[in-house]
């Protein structure tokens, strides 16, 4: 695992991006409620995820799922450019004033539906998703580059398998299966069906 990644993520206070009664167990490795029934997951699945990704300072990345603007802080620190999506304004509005607040200007937000990602800016090096799709969405793969990497919890709501998605020199994608997650759901298109 990258150590630079490590030592920020280790510096990175979790508690700053949670703001009701749940902010004291921040430390705590397991995801968290930050309301509009959407949750910050918990800190190794994070850092795992965004190891994933092996971003580098070149990458434009697209965010599904901005949250509480955890993943997002270490998506900006690590790469040139993040557009991030979030369907629940308010939650949009209080990420981008925490991540404004630590000093990213390299972030582009928006209030929309994720599961159609977005269009203007694509293609993506990178993207990540942080809320579970019942199949794999198209929309989004159709918005990763060649040699880009993109991450997704794809299954029920039960449980989920964690894909890692590559895109190989030749246009091909590639697909694993990482791990098992408990995501919220994307709503939209890609949204649960039963």
């Known amino acids: 695992m990258d150590q630079k990644l490590v030592d920020f993520f280790k510096s990175l206070d979790r ?3 949670i703001d009701n009664k749940f902010k004291e167990y921040a430390y705590l490795d397991r995801p968290l409620p930050i309301g509009y029934e959407q949750t910050i997951s918990q800190p190794s699945l994070v850092l795992e995820m965004t190891d994933r990704l092996d971003l580098n300072e070149n990458c434009r990345v697209l965010e ?9 802080a270490l998506l900006a620190e690590f790469s040139g450019e993040v ?16 991540l ?15 599961s159609a990602g977005w ?5 993506y090096d990178r993207i990540i998703v942080t809320a579970a ?15 880009g990497i993109m991450i997704i919890p794809v299954g029920p709501r039960s449980m989920q398998q964690l894909k890692l998605i590559t895109r190989d020199l030749e246009g091909n994608l590639h697909i694993e299966t990482i791990g098992e997650v408990a995501f919220v759901e994307m709503k939209g298109k890609y949204g649960w069906t039963v």
């Open 133 to 147: 799709a019942e199949i794999m969405p198209e929309t989004l793969i159709n918005q990763l580059a060649t040699g």
């Open 119 to 123: 269009e203007e800016h694509a293609p």
């Open 100 to 114: 404004e607040y630590l000093g990213y200007t390299n972030i582009c937000y928006r209030i929309d539906d994720g």
């Open 64 to 72: 599904i799922g901005t949250g509480s603007g955890y993943q997002t």
């Open 83 to 98: 557009y991030t999506v979030e369907r629940i304004r308010e939650l949009a509005e209080s990420a981008r004033k925490k």
């Open 15 to 17: 508690s700053f991006f």
